[in-house]
């Protein structure tokens, strides 16, 4: 399975961007980059993916480098409900469809 | 719609007893997968189900977990006995096609004393 390396945490403030990183150098070209988040006392939770060109949804932005070897989550204004760990999930289209979860970013946003 | 449902929330049982966890997953999901993380590590992979069909089971720890689909509807998942190096959350998920988002519950926390 190919790996996502990612900060252990990061911090921010309420109401102020927020970019998350992800490294990825051996990404293969059957590979999505995922994004998930896990909130206290929940499952995690699908955020946005990706294949190549940057990807907006209603919770975040996903920016992609144009060699694929790294992505960023943006999320535009934090609130104290994005308070979670991020992971950042290399997800092949072929093959197996499992996701594998690594340590992820704890982000703590501070009102 | 209604979420990924998980039963019990919570169970406590002791070393050599048997739990069985259930998922409910949305309605009309075909894949259907367990995750657990055990002692504060990583979230890790247990098995994926096709509607009824065993897809990949890789991450079965051993043979005290038996995980069944019958019908390809809700899922099970069995563990016995009981070890305490079994404590930890039990996560189910579904997602309607191979590659769509999957849905998580809020999954099991087992303890096993």
């Known amino acids: 399975d190919a790996k996502t390396t990612q900060p252990n945490s990061m911090e921010s403030n309420e109401e102020e961007p927020v970019h998350l990183p992800c490294n990825h150098s051996t990404i293969s070209g059957t590979d999505y980059i995922h994004w998930y988040r896990q909130l206290p006392s929940q499952g995690p939770e699908y955020v946005i993916h990706g294949l190549t060109s940057n990807v907006n949804n209603r919770m975040a932005s996903l920016a992609i480098a144009e060699d694929r070897k790294s992505s960023t989550l943006i999320l535009h204004r934090a609130t104290l409900r994005d308070a979670a760990v991020y992971y950042c999930?290399?997800?092949?289209?072929?093959?197996?469809?499992?996701?594998?979860f690594g340590q992820g970013t704890r982000l703590t946003i501070n009102p | 719609e209604a979420g990924v449902t998980q039963f019990p929330s919570h169970s406590v049982i002791e070393k050599g007893q048997t739990v069985t966890l259930r998922c409910d997953p949305i309605s009309g999901h075909d894949n259907l997968y367990w995750y657990r993380r055990v002692m504060g590590k990583e979230i890790k992979f247990l098995l994926h189900f096709v509607k009824e069909s065993k897809q990949d089971e890789s991450g079965m720890p051993n043979n005290r977990f038996l995980a069944e689909r019958t019908g390809g509807t809700y899922s099970t998942l069995k563990v016995q006995p009981a070890e305490l190096e079994d404590s930890g959350v039990y996560f189910c998920?579904?997602?309607?096609?191979?590659?769509?988002?999957?849905?998580f519950g809020n999954g099991t926390r087992l303890t096993v004393t």
């Open positions: 998920a579904s997602s309607q096609h191979n590659n769509s988002p999957l849905h």
């Open positions: 999930i290399l997800r092949s289209f072929q093959g197996a469809q499992k996701l594998v």
